[in-house]
């Protein structure tokens, strides 16, 4: 292998272990690289399917696309001309994308400041307070998303009953079924080693907000004080896409990971809202919602974030994750 070759696969190589900070859903983080010389391969883990709560993979799919958007960050900032091939092989449906490295980039002062927010970015399930977000930055998260090819609608005010009620419905349908909530037990409780799973350190017990989030202690255990916020101050954008697709499912993730990003360098909170898409009433209730036709994907609650940080959640080694033995 030549020098050449040999930085070509450590850069390609780095770029994955910075994509293992993507957003997944339930932390399951479900995805497998392989880095070569000739590039970068992304795989969809279906061993770390939700049978339950995403049955088709949309989410797993949304979530690899979170990645995908993380690798070409880190690759565009570290002055890398990436190619990407979504969905190159029709014969293994599993391989979701190619990155090739084409020739060198000159990074330009958003694609740094969007690398630096990966390491800062948390999901932050605390309330925001009642500080309004601004809508220049509103426009700057629907921007970042429009740029993946995806669709944002920005939640109108009068809209946001309509959400509240679609989470409060998403909510008692899936706490309702003994499957989810084994499934729930199973992702809230993984052994600390793991690098898997929402620790209950990390969420918040139920209290009143504008918009009701995922109870994911509704078992009890240690979680985070809520403090006397109410998300009064916070917006919501609703991911859609044309089609219901597993590249439209990519999209939608890659369109994710810039909005969660883009709140970072505006110094926002931010967190995922998957579950109002994984019932399918609430989700035609989103659907309701937009400005057109369109497939809800996933929601985005940003605001001002109270105090302090919430915990990191935990991560995966690298060994498990790129180019892990026997796969």
Known sequence: MTAVETNREQALRDAARTALAAPSVFN????RWHAGPDGLRLYADRQRLLPVADPAGRLLTVSCGAALHHARTALAAAGHDAQVRQLPDPADPDLLAELR????HRPQLAELQTYAAIKRRRTDRRPFTSEPVTEAACWALILAGEREHAHVHLVDIDQIPVLAMAAVRAGALQLSDADYRAEL?????????????????????AVQRRVPIRDYAPFGGQTMHPGRDTDAGARYLIVFTDDDTPSAWLRAGQALSAMLLTAAVHGLGSAPISDVTEVADTRDELRRLLPGLGEP????????APPGAPPATTRRSHEESINPPGR
């Open 28 to 31: 399951t983080q479900p995805w």
């Open 101 to 104: 490295i084409v020739g060198p």
């Open 185 to 205: 037990a199973d992702w809230t409780h993984r052994p600390p080693w793991s690098g898997e799973g929402v620790p209950t350190e990390t969420t918040v017990r």
């Open 297 to 304: 994907q996933v929601c985005v609650r940003v605001g001002h």
